[in-house]
């Protein structure tokens, strides 16, 4: 009776086991956005496909994961205003409707930027550089007109997009060149103009570095002392497994964060690939020819780098968490590995694992690693 009674026991144990491992499988995926709410939102960038509707497995990746969204391409100068009096709204009035039906934290990016800038804006019927009375005017009336659109809206603009090069000076843009250092004050004016409720950001790439973080402190007290109204900074995070160093990225969002505006954590990639200059930071207009050696991982990643990989992604978010009272938004340059830039930059045709989700729109492991970390806090 005894050895009945136990062999019954023992089949109840394997079939809740089962049971128990079956709830496990068909339990929902994590989602980001929960685990991190009323700590910061937790953003991406849309392209076309995603904003049209096209590619739906990565829009569902969004409307399941994410609390924000920012427009990787489409409101850009050059894409929004091609010629002179001509808008094309298309694309980015659909990002907006996207956002607003599925209640993300919508950000536009970006107003005044020297790079995809129409070329018209600096030019004159003689081909020749136009007056600074003329950049103004049409540096007010695009910012006038974009923002002024999506006004109410558009929670937050990246008014200003990498203006400080590495030693903390001003980038000598078309802008700087025919009107000065005062387009950024200028910019920031027009834009709060246009929606004084809205949040108004600058926002800069190798923000880790002592001397753009230094050029950056310096030009955010100026405005903040002209009365300029300024709301936050935007630290790009597009890095390595060993660049940069996690404690002057630190140092950086406790240096922005005293000039008493939010911080946010911008354009976020990990990339698994070697650098051919690792001062070339996120400079759009560098390229290389491409070299099969600075491409070793065509097939997927070896256990090794998977793991750096995922120690290094875990580690900027503890830092990001360990700061949330001054963080308000982290956002990642994309939704899955196969539409990251970084696969095509600063060499085309590499193969880079830089996001949270694969090819596939699967969550990688470090997912719920992240989401395990959130709990603590």
């Known amino acids: 009776m005894k050895k009945n009674y136990l062999i019954a026991v023992l089949i109840m144990e394997a079939l809740l086991l089962s049971a128990f491992e079956l709830i496990k499988l068909e339990a929902p995926l994590p989602k980001l956005k929960e ?66 039906k599925n209640k993300l934290f919508i950000t536009g990016h970006c107003l005044v930027w020297h790079s995809q800038a129409p070329e018209w804006m600096f030019r004159d019927s003689l081909d020749k550089d136009v007056t600074r009375e003329v950049l103004i005017r049409r540096m007010k009336e695009h910012i006038g007109m974009v923002v002024g659109r999506y006004k109410g809206k558009v929670k937050g603009w990246d008014v200003v997009n990498e203006g400080i090069e590495d030693d ?32 108004l950001y600058y926002n800069d790439y190798s923000m880790a570095n002592p001397g753009r973080r ?13 009365g300029i109204k300024i709301d936050g900074i935007g630290m790009q995070c597009h890095i390595g497994l060993d660049y940069p160093d996690i404690n002057e990225f630190e140092k950086s969002v406790e ?45 997927g990643l070896p256990d090794s780098i998977n793991t750096a990989f995922e120690k290094r992604y875990l580690d900027f978010f503890k830092l990001f968490l360990k700061h949330k009272d001054v963080i308000s938004r982290v956002t990642t340059w994309g939704v899955n590995d196969g539409q990251s830039w970084k696969n095509n930059w600063p060499m ?30």
């Open 35 to 100: 685990a991190l709410a009323g700590k910061f939102y937790i953003g991406t960038a849309l392209n076309a496909e995603q904003i049209t509707g096209k590619d739906t497995a990565s829009a569902r990746v969004v409307k399941e994961q994410f609390s924000a969204i920012v427009a990787e391409n489409c409101m850009k100068s050059g894409p929004i205003h091609p010629k002179e009096n001509v808008y094309n709204f298309t694309l980015p009035d659909q990002f907006v409707d996207f956002g607003i």
């Open 168 to 199: 903390g000076t001003f980038r000598k843009t078309k802008y700087y060149e025919i009107i000065g250092e005062d387009y950024i004050r200028l910019a920031f004016q027009f834009a709060h103009e246009a929606d004084p409720e809205a949040e």
């Open 214 to 226: 230094d050029g950056v402190v310096a030009m955010v007290k100026k405005l903040k002392a002209q």
């Open 255 to 299: 240096a922005f964060a005293a000039l008493g505006v939010k911080v946010m954590i911008t354009e976020m990639d990990i990339s698994v690939l070697s650098m051919p200059d690792k001062n070339v930071g996120a400079e759009i207009s560098r390229s290389y020819e491409y070299q099969k050696k600075m491409n070793p991982y065509i097939e």
């Open 348 to 377: 085309r045709g590499r193969t880079d694992y830089p996001l949270l989700f694969d090819r596939k729109n699967q969550p990688k492991p470090v997912v719920n690693m992240i989401i395990e970390e959130a709990r603590k806090y």
